[in-house]
């Protein structure tokens, strides 16, 4: 359950700057991702928030049970793919 799966984040503009300006100052303090030994990133950052929050979240309301999520791991179903119109004239405006 330790492997690390990719998942789409999707947060606002202005949040990844932040995200990279707070790598940023961790990689000029010589700081290195437990991940890649390399200099800390944006991921990074994210990945340690997420720690941090779930340790919050664990101290305040207790143990997550996890049994049973393996199964159903929150993915969605995939969509179906939009289908293309023929050419031709607009739609009328009502």
Same mark, same amino acid.
């Given at each position: 359950?330790?492997?690390?799966?990719?998942?789409?984040?999707?947060?606002?503009?202005?949040?990844?700057?932040?995200?990279?300006?707070?790598?940023?100052?961790? +990689?000029?303090?010589?700081?290195?991702?437990?991940?890649?030994?390399?200099?800390?990133?944006?991921?990074?950052?994210?990945?340690?928030?997420?720690?941090?929050?779930? +340790?919050?979240?664990?101290?305040?309301?207790?143990?997550?049970?996890?049994?049973?999520?393996?199964?159903?791991?929150?993915?969605?179903?995939?969509?179906?793919?939009?289908?293309?119109?023929?050419?031709?004239?607009?739609? +009328?405006? +009502?």
């Amino acid at each position: 359950m330790d492997e690390i799966t990719p998942r789409n984040v999707r947060f606002p503009k202005r949040m990844w700057l932040q995200l990279t300006a707070i790598a940023k100052r961790e +990689k000029v303090q010589g700081k290195k991702s437990p991940l890649t030994r390399r200099g800390v990133s944006a991921n990074d950052v994210l990945w340690s928030a997420a720690d941090s929050l779930v +340790k919050a979240y664990v101290a305040e309301h207790g143990p997550l049970v996890l049994e049973g999520m393996e199964e159903d791991d929150g993915e969605p179903a995939s969509a179906e793919p939009v289908k293309k119109r023929a050419p031709g004239r607009p739609p +009328k405006k +009502k």
